[in-house]
């Protein structure tokens, strides 16, 4: 994040390149000490004071090159709307109507993986198109309840927000661009830009949570990382700045006036990074059907053995399974297969523990639909071993949309088939859930 003068909510911009004095080329420690800078104006630091020299790892993107990318993308179109895939663009176009209400939401299927104690950022490209009295356009890291967004409110101006839970509502702490404590964007500012809102933009917001971390709003232009906003929030607010910092990806248009006509709004690529690896910090869990098995009744059949899901009070959370097993318990040759999304029949519903976001099903008697994301023959031979999933996958436990966005969890279920009758099966299913 940007350095600041202490006690200033101003960016300072103090190279001076012409010059011999010294004393212009100072920047002050939080004390009100001066430093002498040496690297260049482009460099930035965390809020801990550490220089940004580490790597980062990207733990989710999306792209439109060929659709809307329905599969991570849950999308809500009220009144008159219409959301489309602009293949020249590689872009997902939005169109609401001319009555008051009129809205399209699109929103990530799986929330972002924040990991304690990093910077993490979310990248987004945007075409707002010329404001228009009356429409409001959002896109951001936010949800129904917490989060953080960019803002053309429709009345003339833009924002940038966040949002925090407040019991079952939520509270937009929103700042008007004439109040932005770097750069406006409009070339009165130390960068000297003018942003247009006509051309594609691409938008950073870089965050830490912790419930007090800091959220800035950022420009990339011309090579370079402009920041516009930043959100200071510890020994500042009295309340964290968030609920989680698990959040989803987020983009909104509504028609919140009734103007007349049809209004337009092109959402790109977007992609979410955490400062240095990406480590995988959280607890190991596992469940697995009886020990005494579970009997494949008929032979070429796949049975649901293992189904676990988010609870219904725990949709913001990060679950990755990460490994399984099957057998038989007379070593019959099986197949077994991994399904996401599907429908789970019969059996129960158990909490894992009242400390864990999980539920699992390990007496279901069937499932329909879902997406197969591995199938696997296991021999006599390879009978307990255990199956890991590709380490460069993605088997976050997605949420889908059942009345309102983000609404329910998806399942993931461990089936398994014997070519052979009645035929007895055990199976087990690891996860991480990030804490």
């Not at 809205?103 to 228009?132: D, L």
């Not at 925090?164 to 750069?183: E, L």
Request: aromatic share 10%; glycine share 8%; net charge negative.
């Amino acid at each position: 994040m940007a350095n600041l003068h202490p006690n200033s909510t101003n960016y300072v911009h103090t190279y001076e390149p012409n010059t011999n004095d010294l004393s212009m080329a100072m920047d002050y420690d939080p004390y009100g000490r001066p430093v002498l800078r040496i690297d260049d104006t482009t460099k930035q630091h965390t809020s801990k004071n550490r220089v940004k020299v580490s790597g980062h790892d990207i733990t989710d993107f999306s792209t439109y090159t060929f659709s809307k990318n329905l599969l991570n993308w849950d999308e809500q179109v009220i009144g008159t709307g219409s959301v489309i895939h602009v293949p020249e663009y590689g872009m997902v176009e939005f169109e609401v109507g001319p009555n008051a209400g009129d809205e399209i939401i699109r929103q990530t299927k799986r929330v972002q993986r924040y990991i304690p104690g990093r910077s993490a950022e979310v990248a987004m490209s945007v075409i707002f198109g010329a404001p228009t009295t009356g429409i409001r356009k959002r896109i951001g890291l936010f949800d129904n309840t917490d989060g953080a967004y960019f803002e053309d409110g429709g009345d003339g101006t833009y924002y940038v927000a966040t949002r925090r839970k407040d019991g079952a509502s939520f509270i937009d702490t929103r700042v008007a661009r004439d109040d932005w404590n770097y750069d406006k964007l409009d070339g009165t500012g130390p960068s000297g830009i003018t942003a247009d809102t006509t051309a594609i933009q691409h938008i950073v917001i870089e965050y830490e949570w912790y419930g007090a971390g800091q959220v800035e709003f950022k420009f990339i232009i011309d090579n370079n990382s402009f920041p516009i906003h930043r959100f200071d929030h510890a020994n500042r607010q009295a309340h964290p700045w968030a609920s989680t910092a698990s959040l989803p990806v987020r983009c909104e248009m509504t028609n919140v006036a009734g103007t007349p006509g049809t209004h337009t709004f092109y959402q790109g690529s977007h992609s979410f990074a955490t400062e240095g690896r990406a480590e995988l910090l959280g607890r190991q869990n596992s469940i697995s059907t009886a020990i005494t098995g579970k009997t494949l009744s008929a032979k070429d059949t796949f049975y649901p053995m293992v189904a676990i899901r988010l609870k219904t009070t725990a949709l913001n959370s990060v679950v990755l399974p990460d490994s399984f097993s099957a057998a038989t318990l007379d070593n019959t040759s099986v197949f077994a297969r991994v399904v996401e999304g599907a429908v789970v029949t019969g059996g129960t519903w158990v909490s894992y523990s009242d400390d864990s976001p999980i539920e699992y099903n390990i007496t279901a008697t069937g499932y329909t639909g879902g997406i197969p994301v591995e199938t696997i023959y296991v021999s006599a031979t390879g009978q307990g071993n255990i199956f890991t999933f590709n380490e460069r996958a993605i088997t976050q436990i997605d949420r889908t949309t059942t009345t309102t966005l983000g609404d329910t969890s998806d399942t993931f279920v461990i089936a398994m088939a014997s070519t052979l009758a009645n035929k007895d099966g055990f199976a087990s299913l690891g996860w991480l859930e990030v804490r």
